[in-house]
């Protein structure tokens, strides 16, 4: 059944090398593996360059970015460098500001393909969420950067008749990670990540319940990246992963 962490809690936080300039990236989107929602902030994670996202999920799309600190842990270089406490060198992670484009529009009906272009602006908002990064380490974090408001927004403006056709449009998340750092804001760059709302995608109806799934679907939510095995319950809904 559908059971959703509290990502700023659930996501394990690990430190790697890396020295730079001072700062801190977002270097990709790591992939959630395996049967719970947890990442390690190893930067050896697998990652996806793009996301999918039923679109009547009951759940928004969580974005799991990979941060990595250009902050080094000591001043100077060689052997004149001093090493300081790592607390005075530590990004406290405040939260994220979100922008989302939609970018594309796929409508099919019986095998016939409209396709549209609308370079519309979707929403602009910011998230909180709470997090440390280390001088020369890396972390994940989780937020929800698509909420199910907007996926019914994209439905709505689509003007699909989800009856008769489905529905695949494309948002682009641009995201920009904020932190303090000694008092001083400190922000990413701009992390551009695209990610498909559609309805022929990520749900795999095996029939009536009770069943046994063999797909259970993304541990952070099962209605997007990946595939979920869903059946009917007596009163007509979906229960995913099916059982029950």
């Known amino acids: 059944m559908l059971r959703l962490a509290s990502l700023t ?9 890396d020295n730079g300039d001072e700062g801190m990236t977002v270097i990709n989107n790591t992939a959630v593996v395996g049967e719970t ?3 390690s902030g190893d930067p050896t994670q697998p990652f996806k360059s793009h996301g999918e996202i039923y679109a009547l999920s009951p759940y928004g799309y969580t974005l799991t970015p990979l941060i990595s600190s250009r902050i080094m842990s000591s001043i ?4 004149t460098g001093t090493t300081v406490d790592p607390l005075q060198r530590t990004i406290f992670l405040k939260g994220a500001d979100v922008t989302l484009t939609l970018k594309a ?3 099919e009906t019986n095998g016939a393909y409209t ?14 969420f709470s997090g440390s990064l280390p001088p020369s380490g890396s972390v994940n974090v989780g937020f929800e950067v698509i909420t199910p408001a907007m996926l019914r927004t994209v439905i709505q403006n689509s003007g ?4 008769t056709s489905d529905l695949n449009a494309e948002v682009l998340a641009e995201v920009e990670v904020v932190g303090d750092l000694g008092g001083n804001e400190v922000r990413s760059n701009t992390f551009a990540y695209p990610i498909s709302v559609c309805t022929d995608c990520v749900i795999n109806y095996i029939g009536d319940c009770p069943a046994t799934p063999a797909a259970k679907g993304n541990p952070c939510n099962v209605f997007q990246d990946g595939v979920v095995d869903c059946c009917s319950s007596a009163d ?9």
């Open 160 to 163: 699909v008749n989800l009856t």
């Open 37 to 39: 929602c947890s990442l």
């Open 105 to 107: 529009v796929s409508i």
């Open 9 to 17: 809690t659930a996501l394990a936080l690990v430190g790697c090398a």
């Open 236 to 244: 007509g809904g979906l229960i995913c992963p099916a059982g029950g």
């Open 115 to 128: 396709v549209s272009q609308p370079e519309s602006l979707l929403g602009q908002f910011s998230v909180l």
């Open 76 to 79: 100077g270089t060689g052997n």
